[in-house]
């Protein structure tokens, strides 16, 4: 199963960065992103987050749509937006672990068709700020049209309802405030 640990700068800050990946290991996860979309020292931090990783945790380590900066750090892989599905294929030709949000079924076949290795599904739940939730039988009818591995996300907040998101027939689950 995938658990799959979205940061923000609240969930992963640079002063603690060693416990708050290690509160993300203490919780399960198997991939955590660095997602920070308005830090100057992104590129520094970035650096700093996949060395740590390495040294703390067997989890994939995922950069923040910056595909060339993923592959010279030695990142794992790199999530993308829904608005830059297209690149995916850069992405792939590094050799890199690729992630997409998608937010409806046709965003997540383009995604596939693109190469990509897994998407979020998002909103599964209700999720502040992410609009109106799939709710459970769209999200399964988006399931059983992929082939790739979709994870679920949004409103993902406790064991009940990671429980009921797998239940979707998802590859597994992200979230930002259950490893937060």
């Known amino acids: 199963m995938i658990r799959y640990a ?17 509160r993300f290991a203490a919780r399960g996860a198997t991939m ?5 979309k308005t830090n100057p020292s992104y590129a520094q931090n970035a650096e700093r987050f996949v060395t740590e990783m390495r040294r703390l945790t067997s989890a994939r380590a ?6 060339a900066l993923a592959a010279r750090l030695g990142a ?17 030709a590094l050799g890199l672990y690729t992630v997409a949000s998608t ?4 965003e997540a076949l383009r995604a596939q068709s693109l190469g990509v290795d897994a998407v979020t599904l998002s909103p599964l739940f209700p999720s502040p700020g992410k ?4 709710g459970v039988e769209r999200f399964c009818e988006i399931v059983e049209n992929l082939e790739i591995p979709v994870i679920a ?7 009940k309802s990671v429980t009921r998101a797998l239940a ?5 689950f992200a979230s930002i405030r259950y490893f937060g």
């Open 76 to 92: 794992d892989g790199v999530h993308y937006p829904s608005a830059q599905l297209e690149r995916i294929p850069r992405a792939r």
């Open 62 to 67: 995922l950069l923040h749509t910056d595909e």
């Open 153 to 159: 996300l949004g409103g993902i907040l406790d064991k």
């Open 32 to 36: 955590v992103l660095y997602r920070d």
């Open 168 to 172: 979707t027939g998802a590859a597994g």
């Open 6 to 22: 979205i940061s923000d700068p609240r969930t992963l800050r640079f002063d603690r960065l060693k416990k708050d990946l290690g």
């Open 131 to 134: 609009g109106p939730a799939l």
């Open 103 to 106: 937010h409806t079924l046709e």
